[in-house]
């Protein structure tokens, strides 16, 4: 009995433990970013003023990441849906090395990629300074997990029968997609869209290569901050950061958790009249 | 009645259809088929004899191989997608959308046909009526049981007012009881709609019950076709002997009082005939009454009380023991030896079509 007590107390210890490992680097962090002087601690004071610095200095990068990951997500929904369906429509052998090389972007560093997209596109300059530039990028990394989010749900649904069957209804191949496909991999995409806008806030290995002084994003100006401003902006800047990803995060763990699937049990003997 | 008279059932054609898969398998040999006006046909075969194939080539959801033809009414109908040529199909996993309610299925192909809602509503409430599922016209799918995805798969083939009916293996993920009462009521709707339908199955009591024609099928081609009667009586082949209920096989050779194998002579009026096996059902088969001369004489191997009949495994001194039934009250037991008498009308020499399928 005793040492099934320990057994869990142990147990307790160690999970809070870990916890607070992940935990406390992030309170810290953003007490840092609210306290007024963090080199004299907490007794300075909290206060929003380093908030309001960052949103003087740095607003434009926190509503041109928005922007990009909303384009990012637009992208991706146009190439990745259509992309996932034809993959698994096919099942072809070619189709498994298609979906094979679509993993790449995330298996090569962010800075490899970068460095191919500038050697490639470069020189031309309008391309260049334009914060399309850093899309492009930001596209070519999430682009993968659209088409796994959504491969994913079709290939958990027959959907070859169920298009069959609304094709036996006279439903042309726009309608079955529209109907049929889309709704039954609405999970799928919504799982995708958070996944790809989440990414794409956050993207700083290829960012900070494709970025220019005018097209700063928001992982880029806090590196930036951090660089070559006091520790309590760089904090704060965070804390803006948190207040956009984690929304967006919990959202996502509420999308992904399986949908409860009922058993229902035939009556032995039909009802008849 | 709920489908307007004027709606003349489709008689179907197949002429030299024929179906080779891109890697090269030949699930089909050339076919030529004709179902007539309003009939029930059923395809029977094993799995892999090109049954569902056919079935596909009908609907529109596989093309022949070149110089197939498929006729509807006369009208080669063979270039034309499934969407064109107003079928409606029952598939084996019902293929419900998961997106849509009871209602939303059942009256997809009328949206689909942009019926104004009014008559769309007033058709659903008709099919839901009519399969007897009013109740569920607001569940979504994965709140139905097995028998009651059934019915909506077919209220919602039905609902369109389709050409002929399409339905594949449609009560095989069905458990056993349910599979036999809906068996029921899908006859008697097919009787009662007058529909040229259909049916795929690899179940030979479904294929009895529900065919006016049967088509046996074993790989690729047709092995018999006829009404159940004939293909249970009069098995073309050995193939659909077997395939078809229970046969028993005993070798031997014609003699001039009939067959004579090892347990006694089969009374044989066929004819002249080179035979070194016949065949006959169990009903076929009978414990001689006392005084009466047997025709075989063997033991009993096994003895299975069903309840309403009791089913005997006879011993004859062949390769198989003969299967035969009893009334419930028959107590043999094993070892006991039988005297049996064979009706000689239910016997069969299929010795010519000895290498046939």
Known sequence: MRSHKMLFGLQLGFTLAVCAFLIVPVVLSILAGLTSNYFVGLESGLTLRWVFEVWDGYRDTIFRSIGISLACLLVTLVLGVPTAYVLTRSGSRLSRVVEELLMLPIAVPGLATALALISAYGGMGSFRTSWTFILVGHVLFTLPFMVRSVLAVLASIDLKTLEEGAASLGAGFRQRFFDIVLPNCRNGILAGSLMVVTLSIGEFNLTWLLHTPLTKTLPVGLADAYASLRLEIGSAYTLIFLLMIVPLLLALQAIARPRRKRFIRDDPVPEST | ?357
């Open chain 2, 1 to 357: 009645m709920t489908r307007p008279a004027s709606t003349k059932p489709l008689s179907i054609s197949l002429k030299s259809c024929a179906k080779t898969f891109a890697d090269g398998t030949r699930v089909l040999e050339p076919l030529d088929l004709d179902i007539h006006a309003g009939e029930t046909l059923v395809l029977l075969g094993p799995s892999g004899c090109g049954k569902t194939t056919t079935l596909r080539l009908i609907a529109g959801l596989e093309q022949p191989d070149a110089g197939g033809r498929v006729l509807f009414d006369g009208v080669d109908v063979t270039a034309q997608s499934i969407e064109l040529r107003n079928v409606g199909m029952v598939f084996q996993s019902y293929a419900l959308f998961p997106n849509m309610t009871v209602a939303g299925n059942v009256g997809y192909g009328l949206r689909i046909r942009k019926l104004p809602a009014a008559a769309q509503r007033a058709r659903v409430a008709e099919m839901l009526a009519m399969m007897r599922i009013e109740a569920l016209a607001d569940r979504s799918i994965d709140q139905l049981s097995g028998g009651q995805r059934q019915r909506v798969a077919l209220a919602r083939a039905l609902a369109v007012q389709p050409r002929a009916l399409l339905l594949d293996e449609p009560l095989t993920a069905l458990d056993a009881q349910l599979r036999d009462a809906l068996r029921v009521e899908i006859n008697q709707l097919l009787r009662e709609l007058g529909i040229t339908a259909i049916y795929v199955t690899h179940d030979q009591a479904e294929a009895m019950a529900l065919g006016d024609r049967i088509i046996v099928m074993s790989h690729g081609r047709v092995a018999q076709t006829g009404t159940p009667r004939e293909i249970y009586h009069q098995p073309a082949s050995h193939f659909v002997a077997g395939f078809i209920g229970t046969m028993n096989r005993l070798s031997g050779e014609m003699g001039a009082n009939g067959f004579v194998c090892a347990a006694g002579i089969v009374p044989w009026y066929g004819g002249h005939s080179a035979a070194d096996e016949i065949l006959f059902r169990p009903e076929d088969v009978r414990i001689a009454e006392e005084g009466e001369p047997a025709d075989l004489v063997g033991s009993v191997a096994a003895a299975f009380f069903l309840g309403d009949r009791t089913r005997l495994f006879v011993d004859v001194g062949d390769r198989q023991p003969l299967v035969m039934e009893s009334t419930a009250r028959c107590t043999r037991g094993v070892g006991e030896q039988v005297r049996l008498r064979v009706d000689p009308q239910g016997v069969l020499d299929l010795s010519s079509q000895r290498g046939s399928l």
